[in-house]
T-cell receptor
Framework: NAGVTQTPKFRVLKTGQSMTLLCAQD?????MYWYRQDPGMGLRLIHY???????AKGEVPDGYNVSRLKKQNFLLGLESAAPSQTSVYFC???????????????FGPGTRLTVL | DAKTTQPTSMDCAEGRAANLPCNHS???????VYWYRQIHSQGPQYIIH???NNETNEMASLIITEDRKSSTLILPHATLRDTAVYYC??????????????FGKGTKLSVKP
């Protein structure tokens, strides 16, 4: 299993440009998450999804949109990039807790985005 | 979710046990203690979690005090590859927004030869 993968690994944008970050998981997880991490800071939740076709806002959703058209994929979009969105973006996935399962989150390797 | 307090940094000699403390004095009865680590430039990695009993897996041991107000993550034989930032997170165990992992600044563990 590849686990959680993210595409691309690096990207440089100019202010105002748009882009989409792709997260894919092959663990059949119901839940998926997008976090951002700024230098010297912990991770902050942007958006999350509890199942195919559903999304919800996290702690810092402004300037981002997401879509979960397929269970294994979670897309993060920046419609008009700003320098404040320069960050490292991490995707994670988990099962919902219940029974013997925990909702331990498994993370991808990250996408390093710079907005000039 | 309860707030946690961890030392900013710690050193450990290679081959020795690394004991990382975490205070969570406001933890409530249905909150679990989770530990993750982040090796430089990589995504966070799950280590272990527990509710009130001590737990052990192939990576580490988790010791939770009887009053649950603090815990210690133990890496029994630290190697240079264990150098990372270690995050102690307290949360109710379910997914969705309530399952959001709230990362603080963690403890920077440096394992030295």
């Amino acid at each position: 299993n590849a686990g959680v993968t993210q595409t691309p690994k690096f990207r440089v944008l100019k202010t105002g440009q748009s882009m989409t970050l792709l997260c894919a998981q092959d663990m059949n997880h119901e839940y998926m998450y997008w976090y951002r991490q700024d230098p010297g800071m912990g991770l902050r939740l942007i958006h999350y999804s509890v199942g195919e076709g559903t999304t919800a806002k996290g702690e810092v959703p402004d300037g981002y949109n997401v879509s979960r058209l397929k269970k294994q994929n979670f897309l993060l979009g920046l419609e008009s990039a700003a320098p404040s969105q320069t960050s490292v973006y991490f995707c994670a996935s988990s099962f919902p807790s219940g029974g013997a399962k925990t909702d331990t989150q498994y993370f991808g390797p990250g996408t390093r985005l710079t907005v000039l | 979710d309860a707030k946690t307090t961890q030392p900013t940094s710690m050193d450990c000699a290679e081959g020795r046990a690394a004991n990382l403390p975490c205070n969570h004095s406001t933890i409530s009865g249905n909150e679990y203690v989770y530990w993750y680590r982040q090796i430089h430039s990589q995504g966070p990695q799950y280590i272990i979690h527990g509710l009130k009993n001590n737990e052990t897996n192939e990576m580490a041991s988790l010791i939770i005090t009887e009053d649950r107000k603090s815990s210690t993550l133990i890496l029994p034989h630290a190697t240079l590859r264990d150098t990372a930032v270690y995050y102690c997170i307290v949360r109710v165990q379910y997914g969705g927004s309530q399952g959001n992992l709230i990362f603080g600044k963690g403890t920077k563990l440096s394992v030295k030869p």
